[in-house]
């Protein structure tokens, strides 16, 4: 079973923004959430809200996981200074 990736507007604005070095290891990091977002490696839950976070070097995904469509639901790419805030 495979999950469906879908960008909210701001991330997809942030992936186009990167250089395209960055952005290919980023879109891999996330094409690898597909087979078990759960399981896959760097992925942690956000502490004191919902969704959780890929770690691709200096940069972080944070998503949010729709179980009953299967859809990892990618919010924010932003690099770990600002990621948090």
Do not use: C
């Not at 992925?43 to 691709?56: F, I």
């Amino acid at each position: 079973m495979t999950w469906r990736i879908a960008y909210e507007r701001q991330a997809k604005k942030s992936l186009d923004a990167l250089d395209p070095q960055t952005r290919r290891r980023v879109l891999a990091a996330i094409d690898g959430l597909a087979a078990d977002p759960r399981a896959a490696s760097n992925v942690k839950p956000l502490q004191g809200q919902p969704g959780y976070r890929l770690r691709v070097g200096d940069w972080r995904v944070m998503f949010a996981l729709q179980d009953d469509v299967l859809t990892v639901l990618v919010i924010r790419i932003a690099h770990r200074r600002e990621a948090y805030r």
